[in-house]
Structure formats: structure tokens, C-alpha cells
């Protein structure tokens, strides 16, 4: 039998839109196909059909609804049919045309068609099978055609069907189909959801592929409607907030960690650099560096905050270069950076690595760079690992710009820019002084003042700026703008802007609000600057009544949930890109407070007249502690509503009604006159009635409001800008959808249900649709006057951003496959988090909504809700989540007092309905009320439509029953101090609740564990109800393990393992007198590790994998296998590179059998073709003598980060293909340019290493020839999962003994831990386990284990070094030493402590006897060495030496990578390859090992090859199988069954910590152990890993000339230019031991001779590429301190003055390893080789010994730009010192070896030493030929005197005669 319905046409509709209908009986729903498009008529022509168990009831209903369909939003209910099947009984057939009724019952114009059908049969139960369900084959194929999946799958387009064609649904076998259709069921008002989807079990859909054939693609299908995995809610209730987690703002442990490495290209001459290190208001300084430009420091700093989150990470880093400080003088700024803790804590890891710095000058903004630091930057919270990168032998990185300290996505140039905070006016500020003090002025001077005095503080990037006080005044106005000046983008994400009351004592908050600048702006393509408003923000904090301690006053600080409105600010912010090259810019970057431009009234927004309605149908949960007072609630939004300590309201006019907004002419127009006309005289009424609490149980009370439900009413003014909250209310529904999707997604897969890619297809699709439909939504109001440029460009960027996620969708949906499901969906989490982001609206606008629960006038707990969830919108996707629904609300206590436990109990719980709307659109508030209210109003309001009522009565009476099933509760906290709870759970409903019985798990009676000694302890093992005991341990001390290893017990467990229940261990001791103590428990939450899974060789991918293996092993050797059937050979060559092994060895992961590759031919040819080119390489192999540990160690780590740096080009080009398939492109162009800046950098190293002459292969060829070791950066049993192959350790807890310990780590509550293992298996025992060889019944599944009697073992414990230590001392620094504790043995390396260092080398070894079990765990620890007083712990770390001994990967010694008898890889276990394999072979019950021929071993069916002989120490070769042996051992997880990774030769990093700062790493060791046990051959002596000696060195430097130096003196006589011109030069660090050559005088050329010999000795670590300088830092140093530096020379060209400082002129610094090789003359010596601008040849002096030649000296000019200053020929000599002890040389000219005298010019001296010398070479030189000619000219007018005077005398002799 069967009731058919054959719903017609629907008619009468209004509008245009999709319609979809739902028929409901006996609470089974079916939908019908969507019409989409229909007008006014919507013709369905759909037969449902329901077999029925029993006959139908006169009185049972039948139900039709109609919707608006919406493939994002709930659908929109157009109205409901109801009928009674009497009728339908009797007659069996009626046809019935009716009308429709709304939610209200009322009739509506739409009228709707309908057939019914009734096959009645004799009254008996009746039965079905399943046809009647799923159809029979003749239907088949016409439910194809309709389209059965057309309400789940809203991908797929509804058919077309012509008219009068019928189609048929059936029942599914839905959740639903598990309720009997059974008779006198009688119809209820349901408050089921009216859009209620069709809920599928995953079978369903095997059934409808089934039933759609090859309709549609499989993998195409998408399931868009929710899922029985999800929760089905009312449409008329919002989803509850069922989150009760405490306040923010708790503080946490954070540590800030700085490494100041070095800095580079100081701007400035011959600096005495220092570098200032500040985290908020600490700082910190590194020691001085003398005479330098790029100091090198590596100086660590650790700071230490006890903080909330928010103040954390608005905490500021400043890093500053000081030049010339000391204890006198505060030192000159260079430069600075700066940027916050969040910006670091948001990166990778929370760190930047070797990142360079930029610095600039604040003072000087126009002066551009001014130099780089390069530093580590880590911020660590409470239970962050962060990943640091190896520190031993770390080389330089030179590619500065690369490696820029800035987040991805930062350009590398920033601009600077001012941004202009612009501060207006304030309202609703509360009152900040006692009433007293305004009494008393009122009575003296008759005036009665507003009691604050507010000004406005702005914090932006470590500056503040604070506008004037504004006198007694609630509503300050100011306009004023505060100015900072920074760089742009800034590297700090907030701005804090506070309102402040002005006091003479002491200036307190009176609000905060941060503005995120990321949510201003926008750095995309079309982005657009920081901007906002002018727009109001509101300001929440602690309740408005004043009290002199306010507990609450860090919620006015910003920190934490504000529990009350405290004022609101309108303010605006703009942001302008600075041009630096104006001279008339100010160049300071002070912050400057200036007056703003006045705004108008109206700019933020036109004033309307608000509605807000609620009514509390519920209030419950109320605690006892609050009962015994009347309670009332209050609700306020902003100051409206407030009625203890609130202000009156400003007051504000009416709004008037203009016509020009359409929605409000709507409003207007469906609007009554007695709705236009009641507002003027409706008062507020925004509290309940005063109601005692009646009792619940013994813990909760409930208000009993019982039939009358009381309202609240409040009207407001706020500026009309609901566009904003329009527009988050879509996105925020998108989201919503969206991430209840995901969450059903994630369900499915946790779950293990069929298909939830389709699921996923759904999402998507919902997701593409939401955002289309934003995009038709969102753009309206374009021509509002007060919208602001923030509100345009935001509307741009969401359309973009929403347009472009919506495409993403598409594309992604198409993508989604079965084995790409979880791929997909981490992307689907990105679209979330943007969504969440882009609906955070920045500009407020109305304030959030506060609902508080008062008693006594005093307010206990609250509750807030956002404005925006609330506000009504005639557009559905508009309206928020919550408005016009019924709300469930928790209560909660305000600030620190919900701290703790208190935190998490619920204060009240309310059941409240609210509404949020224009006064005008007041006619719906009542629209989302469940039916059967009825209101009753004042008496003002009778008759009028649309005013409130004061309450609500509930008229319609109906009784529920509600059912409970309980299950499970799981990972309960021990709440009581025996380390047990007695678990009970309360069910509340409205006003009743019920307890389930106390689960006793016994010994309730001991309140704590006794201080007596455990001494006979057991084990209860617990799960569902049945267990076991373990046997008693007769004497804990000597010996823990228990007698009788292996128990078992049989308990009924679900199929589904999901819902095992947990398995409780509890371990007691057994007292005298038959007490027992609870010790310790542990219970575990999932069996799901423990459970036996019998391999399935049978399963398909088992056949694939082996197939595809065989494939592989043919294509590889080239042909096919001439190995015997199932043997699998593995090549072990020696010349091999082990990466290449590996490479080779994983072809596939997936399976046991994994297939090794013969290479043998492939590397001959390789050998023939390297023959030419390997040649010089080859002269160079290390010779063996010369190696040590330390080599092995260095290779290691050059391997690791080799191996680093190929993983992460590789994933970075797989993310980035990844992104741009799925996303098109959406981070594409960020990665790429990160690719391009890796490829860069990667030519970059490629051009160095080639022109260094050892060409760009050499290094890898000369890998092999050093054997290496495993180097770990973490924990070695997390490489293992932690040793618990088979043995398994449990930490036992206690309880907590009291409330304090709320917050206790699980560390802190160890007690003990219990060591054994578990299996899970179906009884009776797997035959595969019972049928093998050697089966032991009394061990059951744990076949083979070992035996568990003490055993005494030699543990050696080998420590290398320790990194980034925290400080100890006041200096900064460390004295830290070894101590190590095993058992009774307690090991203190004190006298070898090592001094103020906090990355020490120990390089020690210890060995300790230990018997195990009893001394099993091992601590090393760190101390700090302190002369007064007791040692500091730095840090430890606990290794379980029991796990690693016992485990199958063979822990206690690592296999090395090659055997070898002698020199520095010699094998140090006592026990032989060939031994070793010969015993796990006999353990794992493998056959084998069988040798021979030589060179080849069979394990099993694995076949092993490698040498057959061995080299001894005189280098005599003997046969030997240990190197096959030992190839079989590294691979010995390819044996079948048995096989697994055993540990190798290995160094460990393990993080040390400190109980006292729990969670957080204090540094890191470097170590290994080998455990050897004492009946067993001893072990040789142990390895020496002392640290390296450094190598004495001395470096030889000759001066001989200097070209072109510049002229920097003017001569007094003549004015011509010259310098006086030496050359001083040091080994880095050893400033203090710089040497001068002597002084070349009056160089007129820039020309200088010296030929002038430095010495410099010094120790250098060759592998560190360090120098080693150990001194005392000061005169009261207790001894001296080891630095490591890079070996740099620098040289100085300097003008001597001898009455004045001399003048720097140029630098050149030369890095010994690496420097570029000097020109042959000066003329091609250029700036360029200096710079890194050309490519030249790089060498180094430790291969080169000797290196001559020509190199620039450089400084800056006024643009901060190098310039040539200088040429220096020089000739640099290394020697060891046994080579400089049998060749020494004199310093300077002196002897031995003496150089010549330079030949300098006749002008090269001192003038007033030679005076006379002086003048003949300035007058003889210069002025020689003026000279000569005014002598000759003397000389003539001389002789033409004479001539003249003595002419007339001889004329008169002459005429005379005489």
C-alpha cells in the first residue's frame, strides 16, 4: 500500500525566481525538481509516492511548502498547504485546489493544485521490500530522465519536460527510512528548517549512480546539500555558539631571539661600529668593533617577555648601528631597522634566517642607505619548535639583496612616507571622577562639568604622537592630525589610537582600537594606499561606572574582549609617498602634531533612527552563586539602553524621509498611517523586569518566564552606513557556507565514508555561486555622499578578489578527484581565510550589542553580539546570520575574572530573539518570531500595528519529550588528586536537567598519593567494562619489570573504530594490610595504532606494485634479469656516491619488495669520460693521515645542507605548478620571483666556485672520498617513531590537587611511565600468526620479543657541541659545562667549563656502567659555570635509553657507512657486520646469511654485492665479507616481513629545556650514544671528537707601491695638492695589533713606495674557515674568551697630519678564503674588482700561498656611492708557523731578510726637519728658469748701468785724448 501525491501547478506567485517545493508525511520529506525562471505560475507535474507499514489515520496531515530557491543562501518560504487525509481515507482519490498560508497563518493570494491518491488495503500491518523503496526496473530508466539528483545536485541543469509527462519519486533509504512510518502519528508544528534538504547516506549515492548509469560522469558528481554528517537547525533559530573559551588576553611565555652576525657597507670613515639590539623597552649592545666598515660580531641576544599575545606582537624590534659609543659619549646613529614581533612570528617557522637588514637614518630621511646587518631573527611561544639551520660551517652569504630582512612580498626598496592620523571629535565618553568632586564645584561655583579631561594618544612603529587635553568635556572636538614619517610599506601591522583621560596623577585609557593596516590597503596590482574614513570607530573596555581600581582596565588598554561600549572616535587616516630629492622636505621623521581641516556633521554618514527589538524566551543555566537576588537583564547598544551608568542620549533630530532613496520610498509607501505616526512619544524600554530565580538542581537556577516571554526595545541614531555591514553580511554567509562544507569534507575523510570528493565538488560550486552573487549584490549606493575612498576601493578590491575565488572555484572543482581530495581542500582553507578576512569591515558603524545579567545592580556576566549579525535587510543574503532568530546565548564573566576554570562554566544561558533595523522598517521585527506568540503592548501601543510589545505570551501549549543517549566521553582531565575523575554528565533543557550515575572507577577514598616509596606496584588494564591485572613487581628498586610478560582479555568492541571506547591504564601499589595507592594513570584515547591488520597480498595495488617493480627492474639493467627467479641483487661499489644509492634504491614506497639496480657499467662509463677532465681534482684527495672525526663531521653537514638546498628549489617549483594549475595563477607571480631570485643566486655561486679554479663539479667529486655520517637536526627517536616499534611507553598522570593548577602542563603531572605494548585483534588468533614457524602460545601476538631480565650495559655518551644557549650571566653570555645523570651516576664536567660562550664545542666523551631497566633514563645537561654561588641550569634534555636498546632498528651503536679497520672511520662496534647479520637474521627468523662467492651475500631473497677484500694499516689487501655484510645491513629494511631501518652512524640535535620556562627550547646539543652490553666482547677505546686544535699560521704582507691616491692637502706655499700618504692594515678582530708602514711625504701623483713587511700570526680553523682569538674581554675578566671570526685582512690608505687627526682616504677588505686575484698593473686594477660588478677570478690563500698583485681602495662620497681613492700593490705570503720558524723574516725592513729602501722622489720629506732642503725644492724646482731669467735680466740691466755710468768718463777721455 501506498499514498501517492501529484502536485500540479503552483499559481499566483509574485515576482520572478526559482521555485522549488517540499512534501512532507510521517516526517519524510521529498523535494521536487528546481523550476527555474517562473513567473507567476510554476507547473511542477511530479508524483511523490510513500509505501506505508500501516494504514493511514483520519487525522494525520499532509504537508506541501514552496520555496525561492537559492543554491547559496536557506531557501526563502513563500507559504505552506496542510490538509487532513480524512477525506482521502474514505474516498481514496481528491484533487484539491486551495490557497497558501504563511508563517503567521495568514492566507496569501498563492494557490496551489494538487492529486492524492490513497491504495488502501484491509487495515493489517503490511509489509515491503526493498522494490518498493528504490523502484523497479521499469522505472528505471524515467527517473533517470527526471533527474532524480536535481535537489542535490545543483551542477546539473533540470530537465525540460513537456507538459502532462509524469515522473515518480520513491523513498530512499535515507537516515530517515530507520523511523517506522507508523500509525497515529500526530502532526506537530515542526520546527524543522523549511529548506530542509534530503539527507543521503553514502550508499544512497551508490544507488543513485547506480540508477543515473551513464548519465553522468562519476567523477563529475558533486553533492551540494548537507549531509547527515551535519547538524539540521531551524531556520528560525541561529546556530548556537557553543565555544565557552576564556578571554583573551592571558599572558604567555614568549622569547626573542637576535644573532647580530655582521654588517656591510657602513656608510661613514673609519667607524668604531656598535650594534643596539631593542625589543620593546629592552636593549641590548654588542661589543665595539675598531676602525671598520663591515664589523663582524655573531653575538647572540635573548629577551624574555611573560606577555599577552597583542602586546607581544606589537612590540617593536629595532636593530641600530652606533658609531663611537662608550661609557662617556651615547655614540653618533648610523642607521636603524625596525619592525614588529607579529611581522616575525607570521613567517616560516616564526623566524628569518641570515637575513640582511636595511638600515636608514631616521633623522636624515633624504640621506638613503646607510648600510646592512646581517642577523637571525626567532620569536618562540610556549610549545613552538622552530627549525634552525645547521650552524657548524657556515660560509658567507654575499648576495646581499637576495637575502633582504623583509617579508615575502615586500619590495626590497622601500619609500619614505608620511602618515597623517587624523583625530575630529569624540562621543559617549564615560565618567572618569567621582561625583564628589563635581558636588563640590557645583556648590562653590555653580557650574556642573563634564568629569574627563580626554586627549588622544597614537602609537605607530615604536613613536607616539598625542593630540591637545580637552577640557571637561564628554563630546571632545580637536581637529587635529598626528604626522609619523616611516618607511613605506611598514613593517608593523597596527596602529593603536587611544582615547586617554588627562590626570594629574596618573593618565589612564579610556579605549583602544587598533587599526590593522593591512585591511586599509591593498599591495596588489590595483591596489590602493592606507586610507580611511572619516568614518566613526567605536571603542569598547570595561564597564562605564568609575571606580578608583578598576579591575577591568586592561580591556581599555586593547587587551582582551571589551564588555562595554566606552566612547566612539571619528577619525581619518591618508598616507603620502614622500619625493626625498625636494629640498624644502622636512628630513626628521619626529612626529609632528598639526591642525586638521574641520569636516561637516554629515561626511560620516546621514543620522538615522535605529530599531533594535529583543525578547528572551529563556534564561537557564543561571549559577547558583547568583541565585538567591532578583536578575535582570539589560541590553545596550552603544549608550542607548544603559541605564546605570550610561549618558543620556545626544540629541539628535528626527531624520527626515526623503524620497530619494527607493528603498525607503518603498517603506514608505507600504507603511500605515498609525505606522508613520507612532513614533514620537515610544520610550526605550532596554531592561527586564526584576524576576527571582527559581532552583534548577543543586548547581544552576532558571528564571521562570514560563507563558509571558519579556521584551526590550531601544531606539538609537547612528549615521546611515548599512551598505558596509550589507556587504560583510554576504561575505560572511558565503563563509559560513563554506566552512560548514569543508567541515563536512573533513568529516567524511575522518570518518572514512565513500565519496567525499563530491562533497567537495558541491562546495565549490556553492562557493562559485556565492560569489556571482555577491557581484550582483554588493555594488549598490555607488552615489551615497558620505561613502568614503576606503569604502570605494574596498568594494573594488572584495569584487576582484570574490570574482577572481569564484573562477578559482570552477577551475578547482574540475580538478577534484578521489586522490586529490585533501590537496584540494587545504587550498578550499585559503579561500576561507580570505573570506573571514575581506568580511572584517574596518569602518564601524554601529556599535555591538551587549546583553548583561544584573543582579543587585551589579552586573555579573555578559554576553556580545555584533551589530552587523543583526541588522535586517529587505535582500535576504543581506541580512545578518542572526536578525529576526531565535539566539542562544552563553554568559560569560568579564576580563581576568574568566580566567581559569571560571572561564569555562557557563553563567547563564539565554534563549534571546532579537531584531536590528531602520525605525522605518520596524513593520517586520516581528518577521522570524516561531508561530503561536502573541504580543502584548502598552497601552500606548494598542492598535498600532508596528509598536512594540513589552512581552510575548505563548498561547499554544504542546509536550515534548526529549531523549538523550549518551555514548562515551573521552581524554577527560583527572580532576581529583588520585589521578582519576568520577565522570557524570547533566543534560539541561529549558528548566529541567538530568544526571547520569556516578561511574566509580574504585579507590575513591584516597584524597592524594601517600609520600611513602612505590615499592610493589601493578598494572590495571581497562577497557568497556572488562580488564586485566598485571603481576606484581615483589621489589620496585631492583628490579621494575614484571614476571609474567603477556595477558590478554576479551571485551565486545564496535566495528567502527572510531567509536572504540578509550583504554584506561592505572597503575597501584600494594601496601600492607591490603591497601592499595593509586600511583599514577593514563588512558588511552585511540586503539586505532593498536590494532592487528593481517597483510593483504591478495589486494589489487599488492599485484600493481609488484608489476610495476619487475617493469622497472628490466628498463634499468638495460635488458632482462639474469638473476635465478625472486632474487633481487643490490650493487654496493665504493665509488658510488651514496645519494645515488638512494635515488636508485626508493622506486617505490608503497611496498615490501622494493627492487635495487646493478650500476656497475653505468659508472665505468662514467669513469672513462671523467678521465680527461678529473685529473687535477684527483692530486688533491685528502691524504688519510691528515682526517679526523672532524672531517667525517664537516662532510656530513656539507652533505645536509646540499641536500636542504635540492629539497627546496624542488618543492618550491611543485607548490608553484600546483598553485598556478589550481588557483590560475593567484601566487604565481610571488613564487616566481622567489624561482628567479634562486636562479640568480644559483649563477651567482656557479661563477665563483669556477673562477676560484676548482671548478663547479669538483666538489662533488671529492664526496665520496670522505666517508660520512648521518647528521639529525632533531631528536633521533623522532626519525624512529620514538623506539616504539614494539614497546611502547604511557606517561602516567596525576590529578590536580586543587583549582591553581588549572593551567599545569602534562609534564608537570608526571608521576611515572608504564612500558608495554597493546594489540587489538578479532578472536581467534589470525592464522598467519598462530601457523609460523617457532609460534610461542604463551606470548600470543607478541612473538620474538626479548627477554626483560636486568642486563648491565656499558653506556658511552658523546657530546659535540651545543648551539644558541640562553645567557646566564649579566654580560650576555655563558660558562656552560657538561653534567650527566644516569641512574645513581651523576657526572659534572665542571673544571672544563668553557668561558662566555654561547655556542661551546665540548667534543667530550663519558662512559657510565648502568644496569638496565632500573637506570634507564638518561639526562644531559647544561650548566653555567659562576664563580660565587651555585651553578645555573641552562638546559636538558632526557633520552630513554631502555626504547633505543630493546628496539629493532638497533639503536645502541649506528651502522657506519663503510667498514674499515683503522684511521678515523674505524668500525667501533664490537660485534662486525657479518656478525651483526648473522644475529638479526637468526632473531627475525630469516634465512641467511649465505656468502659467497666473494663479494656476495643472500639474505632471504635479497642478493648483496660489494668488495671482497680490505686494505690494513701497511696496505696489504685481505679478503673479507664484511663490506657485503655491511651493504646488506644499510638496506636491511628491503628484507621481506622482518626487515626495518636500522640506525646509522649518526649525530643527534636535541633541544635543551628548562622546567622553570616549560615549552620553550634554551639551545640545542649535539650528541650521540652507543650502548654496549657487559656480556658481550668491550668495545675499543672511544672515538676522539676533542675540538680542533686551530693551526698556527703566519701572513706575510708587503707593501710595495700605492697609485692614484687621491690628494687631499693644499700646499701653504704654493696651493698645490698632495698627500703625505701610509698604509695601515689588520687581521680582523685583532684591531689592537695593527701595523703602519712608514710615511711617503709629498706625494704629488698619488704615487707611494714602501716596500714594507707586515706580520700577522694567527690560529685558524680550517674547516670553520674561522680565526680563533682568545682574550680577555676586560681588566676584570676571570679568564680569557674564545671568538671565532672570518679570516679577513683589511688594508687602509691614510694622509698623515701631524697637527691634526690623520685622514682616512680608502679600505679594501680582503677575505683570505676568498678574494678576487689582484691585477698585474695598475692600470687594470678598477673599482669593479671590488664591488663584485665584473667577474673575477676568485682565490684563496690557503691554496695559494703566495698571491701578488694590484687591488682598489674604495670609499664613499657625500651621495653615499663608492669611489677609486686608491690603488695598493701588495704581496700577501702564508706559512705555517714550523715553515716561518725555519724562514723568518724582519718586520718592516728590518732584518732577517731585509727589503730595500724605496726609491722615492727627492720631495718625499719632512720640511721642517730639512728647511733649507725645503726651499731649494720649492724654489729651485719650481721657479729654476724664473730664476735664471730675472738673473740674466739683473745681470744685463746691471751691465747696461755700468755701460751708461761709465760711458760719459770714457766719451771725455776719448774726446780729450787722455
Known sequence: MALLIHLKTVSELRGRGDRIAKVTFRGQSFYSRVLENCEDVADFDETFRWPVASSIDRNEMLEIQVFNYSKVFS?????????????????????????????????????????????????????????????????????????????????????????????????????????????????KEETQRPDEPAVLEMEDLDHLAIRLGDGLDPDSVSLASVTALTTNVSNKRSKPDIKMEPSAGRPMDYQVSITVIEARQLVGLNMDPVVCVEVGDDKKYTSMKESTNCPYYNEYFVFDFHVSPD??????????????????????????????????????????????????????????????????????????????????????????EGNLLLPEGVPPERQWARFYVKIYRAEGLPRMNTSLMANVKKAFIGENKDLVDPYVQVFFAGQKGKTSVQKSSYEPLWNEQVVFTDLFPPLCKRMKVQIRDSDKVNDVAIGTHFIDLRKISNDGDKGFLPTLGPAWVNMYGSTRNYTLLDEHQDLNEGLGEGVSFRARLLLGLAVEILDTSNPELTSSTEVQVEQATPISESCAGKMEEFFLFGAFLEASMIDRRNGDKPITFEVTIGNYGNEIDGLSRPQRPQPRKEPGDEEEVDLIQNSSDDEASDGGDLASVSSTPPMRPLVTDRNYFHLPYLERKPCIYIKSWWPDQRRRLYNASIMDHIADKLEEGLNDVQEMIKTEKFYPERRLRGVLEELSCGCCRFLSLADKDQGHSSRTRLDRERLKSCMRELESMGQQARTLRAQVKRHTVRDKLRLCQNFLQKLRFLADEPQHSIPDIFIWMMSNNKRIAYARVPSKDLLFSIVEEETGKDCAKVKTLFLKLPGKRGFGSAGWTVQAKVELYLWLGLSKQRKDFLCGLPCGFQEVKAAQGLGLHAFPPVSLVYTKKQTFQLRAHMYQARSLFAADSSGLSDPFARVFFINQSQCTEVLFWGLRDLKRVNLAQVDRPRVDIECAGKGVQSSLIHNYKKNPNFNTLVKWFEVDLPENELLHPPLNIRVVDCRAFGRYTLVGSHAVSSLRRFIYRPPDRSAPSWNTTVRLLRRCRVLCNGGPSSHSTGEVVVNMEPEVPIKKLETMVKLDATSEAVVKVDVAEEEKEKKKKKKGTAEEPEEEEPDESMLDWWSKYFASIDTMKEQLRQQEPSGIDL?????????????????????????????????????????????????PKIDELKVYPKELECEFDNFEDWLHTFNLLRGKTGDDEDGSTEEERIVGRFKGSLCVYKVPLPEDVSREAGYDPTYGMFQGIPSNDPINVLVRVYVVRATDLHPADINGKADPYIAIRLGKTDIRDKENYISKQLNPVFGKSFDIEASFPMESMLTVAVYDWDLVGTDDLIGETKIDLENRFYSKHRATCGIAQTYSTHGYNIWRDPMKPSQILTRLCKDSKVDGPHFGPPGRVKVANRVFTGPSEIEDENGQRKPTDEHVALSALRHWEDIPRAGCRLVPEHVETRPLLNPDKPGIEQGRLELWVDMFPMDMPAPGTPLDISPRKPKKYELRVIIWNTDEVVLEDDDFFTGEKSSDIFVRGWLKGQQEDKQDTDVHYHSLTGEGNFNWRYLFPFDYLAAEERIVISKKESMFSWDETEYKIPARLTLQIWDADHFSADDFLGAIELDLNRFPRGAKTAKQCTMEMATGEVDVPLVSIFKQKRVKGWWPLLARNENDEFELTGKVEAELHLLTAEEAEKNPVGLARNEPDPLEKPNRPDTAFVWFLNPLKSIKYLICTRYKWLIIKIVLALLGLLMLGLFLYSLPGYMVKKLLGA
Request: proline fraction near 3%; include cysteine.
Open 75 to 187: 531557501n526563502k518560504l513563500i507559504g505552506t498547504f496542510r490538509m487532513v487525509l480524512q477525506k482521502v481515507v474514505e474516498e481514496s482519490h481528491v484533487e484539491v485546489t486551495d490557497t497558501l498560508i504563511d508563517d503567521n497563518n495568514a492566507i496569501i493570494k498563492t494557490s496551489l493544485c494538487v492529486e492524492v491518491r490513497y491504495q488502501a488495503t484491509d487495515g493489517t500491518v503490511g509489509s515491503w521490500d526493498d522494490g518498493d523503496f528504490l523502484g523497479d526496473e521499469s522505472l528505471q530508466e524515467e527517473e533517470k530522465d527526471s533527474q532524480e539528483t536535481d535537489g542535490l545536485l545543483p551542477g546539473s541543469r533540470p530537465s525540460s519536460r513537456p507538459p502532462g509527462e509524469k515522473s515518480f519519486r520513491r523513498a530512499g533509504r535515507s537516515v530517515f527510512s530507520a523511523m517506522k512510518l507508523g500509525k497515529n502519528r500526530s502532526h
Open 1215 to 1263: 607548490e608553484e605548478k600546483e598553485e598556478v594549475d589550481n588557483t590560475e595563477g593567484l601566487k604565481g607571480s610571488v613564487k616566481g620571483k622567489e624561482k628567479a631570485r634562486a636562479a640568480k643566486e644559483e649563477k651567482r655561486k656557479k661563477t665563483q666556485s669556477s673562477g676560484s679554479g676548482q671548478g663547479s663539479d669538483a666538489p662533488e667529486k671529492k664526496k
Open 311 to 400: 602586546v607581544m606582537f606589537d612590540k617593536i624590534i629595532k636593530i641600530s648601528v652606533i658609531h663611537s659609543k662608550n661609557l662617556l659619549r651615547s655614540g653618533t646613529l648610523v642607521g636603524s631597522f625596525k619592525m614588529d614581533v607579529g611581522t616575525v612570528y607570521s613567517q616560516p617557522e616564526h623566524q628569518f634566517h641570515h637575513k640582511w637588514a636595511i638600515l636608514s637614518d631616521p633623522d636624515d630621511i633624504s640621506s638613503g642607505l646607510k648600510g646592512y646587518v646581517k642577523c637571525d631573527v626567532a620569536v618562540v611561544g610556549k610549545g613552538d619548535n622552530i627549525k634552525t639551520p645547521h650552524k657548524a660551517n657556515e660560509t658567507d652569504e654575499d648576495d646581499i
